[in-house]
């Protein structure tokens, strides 16, 4: 649905260089809600902003729903982008229009006839629950509404893919996750593509089916959420399972175990005690719902340097899940 290719844009400012996109390649599939996360300036504002071509790459490949945007112009180009709405963190409503006005706008502008108009309105304020705000101006209604008046305006062209900058920031968290159901909804109920970006785990963790992590302009991991999880090293992974950095003592061995699914139900603490005869030293962990499925993930401690452990860590390993093993600090001479 959404097919990025080597793309780049480098801003010229007062002599400055800044490559805020670079050589980036990204797919989204259809009707998936695919999450971009990255710290403040990692480029994913831009990013977001060359798949509908607001911003205009200096490189690459833009395809969305089959059309390479890039190689359209004119009415086609304006069509193209018709189909692609999008959200942003500050809203940006007209604050001298009601709900329905706000709504109305981009109609107006494709030209729908005024009763066509009333009619799509009406429909649009009942998918995203104003039905009742309609004649309410934005400084009478609440973030969390006038984020879902952004969307209900987002999604006036019949798009079929989403463009999310950082819609649920501005939003406290009992109303982000409100915001985030209903883009889930509209994601179900619409089969809408929907491609986000956030700097918050917490949303990849409710809505996101694949993500990918930006950093200085790249993307530095990307993929299905549940398969990133248990990617040995994935920086998603260790984002989601906060653990402090570890520090093993010398003469013993300190590994992250993550487990999914059913593998979450199998006593591998006490299969491993039991059947190699160690204790097992828990060091932290935690266990999280992604999209149904339970991942989580353990540090644990057994004594011996990993050298003696092998066969424990291959067991581990045998049974499914991802074992990181910490490396040791060098022992005090
Ligand atoms: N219009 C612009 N002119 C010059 N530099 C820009 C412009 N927009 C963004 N940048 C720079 O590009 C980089 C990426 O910015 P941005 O895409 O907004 O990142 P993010 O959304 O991840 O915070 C930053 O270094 C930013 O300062
Ligand atoms: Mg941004």
């Known amino acids: 649905m ?45 990013l977001l902003r060359c798949v509908n071509l607001l911003e205009r790459p ?9 059309q390479d945007l890039l190689a359209l112009s004119g009415g086609r180009l304006r069509k193209a982008r018709q189909r692609i709405g999008m959200i942003h963190q500050h809203f940006g ?14 109609l107006e502008v494709m030209g729908v006839p005024r009763a066509e108009r009333a009619e799509r309105v009406r429909e649009l304020l009942g998918l995203v629950g104003l039905t009742e705000h309609a004649a309410a101006y934005p400084a009478q209604i609440s973030g969390g509404q006038k984020q879902r008046v952004g969307i209900a305006r987002a999604l006036a062209g019949r798009p079929n893919v989403l463009l999310s900058d950082e819609a649920t920031s501005a939003l406290d968290p009992e109303t982000t996750a409100s915001i985030l159901e209903l883009l889930r909804d509209l994601n179900r109920r619409l089969g809408l593509t929907i491609l986000l970006i956030t700097h918050e785990m917490d949303v990849v963790k409710r809505i996101c ?3 990918a992590i930006m950093r200085d302009g790249r993307i530095t991991e990307s993929g299905p959420v549940r398969e990133l999880l248990m990617r040995p090293g994935s920086e998603l992974a260790r984002g989601l399972f906060p653990l402090p950095p570890p520090r ?60 003696a452990n092998t066969a424990q860590l291959a067991h581990l390993r045998g049974a499914g899940l991802t074992v990181e093993v910490h490396e040791a600090e060098e022992a005090p001479a």
Not at 58 to 66: E, K, L, N, P, T
């Open 58 to 66: 200096d490189a690459g490949r833009v395809v969305v729903d089959g």
């Open 93 to 106: 409503l007209l604050s001298s229009r009601t709900v329905a006005g706000n709504v109305a706008f981009p």
């Open 209 to 211: 089916d694949s993500a």
């Open 248 to 307: 093993p003592r010398p003469g013993t061995t300190v590994a992250d175990v993550t487990f999914e699914g059913d593998s979450a139900d199998r006593p591998f603490v006490s299969s491993l005690a039991r059947d190699f005869a160690t204790d097992v030293n828990i060091l932290g962990g935690a266990v999280e719902d992604i999209g149904g499925t339970r991942i989580g993930r353990l540090r644990v401690e057994l004594p011996g340097g990993p050298a």
């Open 2 to 46: 959404i097919q990025i290719e080597k793309l780049s844009k480098v801003y010229r400012d007062r002599g400055r260089q800044v490559t805020a996109v670079d050589a980036v390649d990204l797919s989204v599939r259809a009707g998936e809600v695919h999450g971009v996360l990255g710290r403040s300036g990692a480029g994913k504002s831009t």
